[in-house]
């Protein structure tokens, strides 16, 4: 693999430098990080490969020692008898709704509030956007209790409603994001569509999201892995089972099934699938979103 | 929203160019001042003063002064523990997540064949975190048939009882936690691509070696990314809740009974509403003075370059 590193040499000149004793030294240097990488990648694969391995185990395979790596015979049936016992169907569509109305909200809410903080100037702008900012550091218990209370009082408690409208008012790190990748779009673009006449909403619409289209993705995908993983929202403000998102099911059903492992790994894998399968197909979306920010300093 | 500015009538406008643009300004972000009365300014103020009260929910909140903090400090041994488990679990797990993000963004950093397969595998992990997630790990650390007790039981080593035994519960969930290390190091990660491959060159024409230039150079460019990753870990950590609510309840003997987790319990199991506001207040604050803090000696360590570079 080492050799992997040297140049196609095509005259003895070259053949010999890649003898010199630096480039032995790079070359060995690159094996050890090779090596230690591999190493790292196998312990960070390993719990997936396990906790798949394990869905297709049936009770008595589980306990086994040795452990068989790859089951024997592989009992599929984990998967159907899992997702009936407790309804994981519905529980992903309220998910589903819960995300998508969260992601709606966000698109909406926060481009506009992005556009105002990126291009347009008024006094107090810059105290409002680090208030913006530091809202981000803001301990969430802190505001859980009176949210309760507020939705309590709403009779919006055990519905949808708390995990998703909040999400139409905005949410810093979105914000942060959007704005960020707005003030890097060229002024110039703008300035053309307000000498034809247009309206600032048009330059939004028109101008400025045909080109943000990365930094909207990584804002719904963020926003949708957010809600997907979010537990203690759900856990305070949905109380019925039929209401239950991924989270608060497979909760749930560790509670009750706890020994049956190979039940719990299958519901596992399948309430894990759709972030790894948005994280292969938009992986660049995460990594742009980070970058957009700016945080890398 | 037709009152926002259209460039074409601003002749027959009562408002000059300056004035119309700071309407449209506030119009934009009219949502995050409405959400920010609505589900922060609103529900900080509101808690401090449910802090003041005893409340149930069910009778109306009496008003009892500073009756909650002096409980907290004097009546509660276990709000006092759970804040000592916070205070520990933060203190060993954010430094030892930095590094070992550090570490990988380092080996990562480099143009070796095959190394985005790598950097996928290495921040896989961190967009993961959730119930499965622990559920996974509670598999890992089963003493009997869990993976790490298995592998261990291959090199004739008794593994310990992990998340069962109060010894290892706290140094479990670490572990747990550090799965996700994928977070920081993709922050690592990018201020390094930042720093110019030329500063590196010009060292090693002076003779530097590795070690120099990771003092002198990598570590005072990253100082950014590293003011970032200690915050926000410190933040977030502090509010540390999912993971040992799921795994652990708190046990095993209150071993890894998290302040937010105990804030929880009083909140919505015990119904204290005013108690628990009281304990969030207190994390607020504790959280907002250590933020102040690094922020203030920030200055001191922290490297920024200017921006026409």
Same mark, same amino acid.
């Given at each position: ?297 | ?38 589900? !922060? ?47 520990? !679990? ?55 048939? $869990? ?102 309840? $708190? ?59």
């Amino acid at each position: 693999m080492a050799t992997a590193q040297t140049k196609p040499s095509r005259d003895a000149f070259t053949e010999l430098d890649s003898l010199h004793p630096s480039h032995w030294r790079r070359n060995v240097w690159n094996l050890i990080i090779y090596l230690m990488l591999i190493l790292g990648s196998l312990m960070f694969i390993l719990p997936l490969f396990w906790a798949l391995s394990s869905s297709f185990k049936s009770d008595y395979q589980v306990m086994e020692f040795p452990p068989q790596w790859i089951p024997n015979p592989i009992r599929w049936q984990n998967y159907p008898e899992a997702l009936t016992y407790i309804p994981f169907g519905r529980f992903a569509l309220n998910t589903l709704i819960v995300a998508a109305g969260a992601i709606a909200g966000n698109l909406l809410s926060c481009t506009l509030i992005a556009y105002g903080f990126a291009r347009l100037r008024a006094p107090g702008k810059d105290i409002l956007f680090y208030l913006m900012l530091s809202t981000m550091m803001l301990v969430e218990p802190v505001r859980i209790i009176p949210m309760y209370i507020e939705f309590n009082a709403l009779g919006w408690i055990d519905s949808f409603l708390p995990l998703i409208v909040p999400a139409f008012f905005g949410s810093p790190f979105y914000i942060f994001l959007l704005r960020q990748f707005f003030m890097n779009i060229p002024k110039e673009l703008e300035e053309a569509a307000l000498i034809d006449g247009a309206n600032r909403l048009q330059i939004l619409w028109r101008v400025i999201l045909p080109v943000s289209k990365p930094a909207l993705a990584a804002v719904a995908i963020f926003n949708f892995q957010g809600v997907w993983n979010d537990f203690l929202y759900p856990l305070v403000f949905l109380h019925k089972q039929t209401n239950y998102t991924i989270a608060l099911g497979l909760n749930f059903f560790r509670s009750t099934y706890t020994v049956h492992w190979g039940y719990l790994m299958a519901a596992s894998i399948v309430a894990l699938l759709p972030i790894v399968v948005v994280f292969f197909f938009a992986q660049r979306y995460f990594i742009q979103g980070i970058t957009f920010t700016g945080i890398k300093g | 929203m037709s009152t926002l500015t259209t460039a074409g009538n601003i002749k027959t406008s009562r408002w000059n160019l300056r004035q119309r643009e700071a309407i449209a300004f506030y119009l934009c972000i009219a949502p995050w001042i409405i959400g920010f009365i609505l589900f !922060y300014l609103g529900p900080i103020l509101a808690s401090f003063y449910f802090s003041l009260t005893e409340w149930d929910l069910l009778t109306p909140p009496k008003f009892i002064g500073l009756d909650n903090y002096a409980r907290i400090f004097t009546r509660d041994p276990l709000a006092l523990k759970s804040f000592k488990i916070t205070l520990i !679990y933060t203190l060993a797990y954010v430094p030892t997540d930095m590094a070992f993000g550090l570490l990988l963004a380092m080996l990562l950093n480099r143009n070796l064949r095959g190394i985005s397969f790598f950097r996928t595998v290495y921040y896989l992990p961190s967009v993961l975190s959730g119930v499965a997630y622990v559920v996974m790990w509670m598999w890992m650390f089963n003493p009997q048939h $869990g993976l790490i007790n298995t592998l261990l039981a291959y090199l004739g080593i008794q593994g310990p009882r992990w998340l069962l035994d109060p010894k290892t519960a706290l140094p479990s969930l670490i572990i747990m936690s550090l799965w996700g290390v994928g977070r920081s190091m993709v922050i690592f990660l990018a201020g390094l691509q930042d720093i110019s491959a030329e500063l590196y060159e010009s060292a090693d024409i002076d003779g530097a070696n590795r070690w120099d230039k990771f003092w002198n150079i990598t570590l005072p460019l990253l100082s950014p990314s590293i003011l970032f990753n200690l915050i926000f870990g410190i933040i977030l950590t502090f509010q540390s809740f999912t993971n040992a609510f799921i795994a652990t309840n $708190g046990g095993p003997l209150d071993a890894t009974l998290f302040y937010v987790l105990y804030l929880y319990r009083k909140a919505f199991e015990h119904l204290q509403m005013g108690y628990a506001s009281a304990l969030a207040w207190l994390l607020f604050l504790i959280v907002l003075i250590c933020t102040l803090i690094i922020f203030r000696t920030s200055g001191k360590w922290v490297f920024y370059r200017s921006v026409g570079e």
